[in-house]
């Protein structure tokens, strides 16, 4: 079983920069598909990036794409999403999930990190 934790959400300007980090536990992190979701007030959950233990390749959503990257560090057990050129819209609450069960739907969610974009 592997648990997550957010961190490094935050208020940036418009145009700057932050980079999310994903810390999970259990030794079996390298075998977990990651990825990284959003949710601003009053939307729906959003797909934001993923990252495939097995091939390596990533994904991510129209709206990032360019702008935003993932990584991981399996010998650190952590996932980064360095997000760059933020915009107002990209404010959002940021979840770290674990474990894909299918076409960017996972199993093991974090409890989010706020992430705020002043115009």
């Known amino acids: 079983q592997v648990h997550v934790v957010e961190s490094g959400g935050g208020l940036v300007q418009a145009g700057g920069s932050l980079r999310l980090t994903c810390a999970a536990s259990?030794?079996?992190?390298?075998?977990?598909?990651m990825g990284w979701f959003r949710q601003a007030p009053g939307k729906e959950r959003e797909f934001v990036a993923a990252s495939n233990w097995r091939t390596g390749s990533t994904d991510y959503g129209d709206s990032v794409r360019g702008r935003f990257f993932i990584s991981r560090d399996n010998g650190q057990n952590t996932v980064y999403l360095q997000m760059n050129s933020l915009k107002p819209e990209d404010t959002a609450v940021y979840y770290c999930?674990?474990?894909?069960?299918?076409?960017?739907?996972?199993?093991?969610w974090g409890q989010g990190t706020q992430v705020t974009v002043s115009s």
């Open positions: 999930a674990a474990d894909s069960v299918g076409a960017r739907a996972y199993r093991i």
């Open positions: 259990g030794r079996t992190f390298s075998i977990y598909d």
